[in-house]
């Protein structure tokens, strides 16, 4: 397993982070205990969930397995380096109440808590602000986290869905104060959805931030959609088929599954293997619902592109260009 360092932090982790999201509401505890020991297994130490996930009435649950995984011991917590997120209302569906959700230092205070309890640990390696917060000034984010990594209850902060002129007004807030700031953010970025190279990914070079694609497959569509369609493997639905009735967006992934296809690639490996070669990219998170899932990501570590061939990924999905000289007349 091939180890980076977290932005600038002391954290070295690998290359491909296991993505929670699914269990609880899609894999269940066993089959989720067991996809994480073979993660562990195969060296990949860096683990993402969030507070919300689970989702509906269910809201926790994800943690909560993680959590109970954990418990087994064996060194599974001292081996770990654990993300979750703060922002979502962790009340019941149709109980929002004010101070309940967000970025205030109420509720940063309030989730860290409730994330600590259900993972049933004492300390957060990378807590990360699940959405940006236009009510609650960055003053007030940072005294909070600052007090909890006083307490060591967190070690360092993180952002998710950060335009890149929020995370530059996150660090220039925090360095006023002589904080440590953000030190990465997680972005939708993949082959087919690049935007993030305009301003996101600069903004955390720029800051010292290690970036961590969410979707790198965007929902599936880069991992073979269109051959699996023909095959009757599967039934693509809601925001996959809308991006597949657009013709030229289809007509993107024939492309990419046919160059693929010519040179005996598996798609979903290939998505996987291009962002391990981006500038600024810390690593993807993957998000297994079963064990073979997990071994396929795996096997993207040992893929390699050449020059040749990740220009030919450029021709079919065309990335905005450099910044700021792609956007000058």
Request: proline share 5%; aromatic share 8%; charged share 25%.
């Amino acid at each position: 397993m091939e180890y980076t360092q977290l932005g600038r932090t002391g954290l070295k982790v690998s290359r491909l982070v296991l993505g929670t999201m699914n269990f609880g509401p899609q894999t269940d505890e066993a089959t989720s205990h067991a996809i994480m020991d073979t993660a562990l297994d195969a060296g990949l130490n860096f683990f993402d969930t969030a507070n919300v996930y689970g989702w509906g009435e269910n809201k926790g649950r994800t943690e909560e397995i993680v959590g109970s995984w954990f418990a087994q011991g064996h060194g599974r917590r001292d081996k770990t380096v654990l993300a979750t997120k703060v922002y979502g209302n962790m009340g019941a569906d149709g109980e929002a109440w004010p101070n309940h959700d967000k970025l205030s230092a109420l509720n940063i205070r309030r989730a860290v808590e409730g994330s600590l309890k259900r993972l049933g640990t004492d300390y957060i390696d990378l807590y990360q602000f699940h959405h940006v917060d236009r009510a609650t000034p960055f003053e007030e984010i940072w005294q909070a986290v600052d007090v909890l990594i006083q307490q060591g209850k967190i070690l360092y902060a993180g952002s998710s869905n950060f335009p890149g002129y929020k995370i530059a007004q996150a660090n220039e807030a925090a360095a006023r104060r002589g904080s440590v700031g953000l030190v990465s953010e997680q972005c939708l970025y993949n082959l087919f959805e690049r935007r993030a190279e305009m301003e996101v990914i600069p903004a955390a070079q720029e800051y010292g931030l290690g970036v961590i694609p969410w979707s790198p497959l965007h929902g599936g569509l880069l991992g073979g959609v269109l051959k699996k369609e023909a095959e009757g493997k599967r039934r693509t639905e809601g925001r996959a088929a809308a991006t597949l009735a657009d013709p030229a967006a289809r007509a993107q992934f024939q492309a990419y599954e046919d160059l693929l296809d010519k040179h005996g690639l598996e798609p979903g490996e290939v998505g996987l293997a291009w962002l391990l070669t981006r500038p600024g990219v810390t690593g993807p998170i993957v998000g297994p619902r079963t064990p073979e899932q997990l071994a396929g990501a795996l096997r993207a570590l040992e893929v390699e592109l050449d020059g040749e061939f990740l220009a030919a990924l450029d021709e079919v999905f065309p990335g905005p260009g450099p910044s700021p000289e792609a956007f000058a007349w």
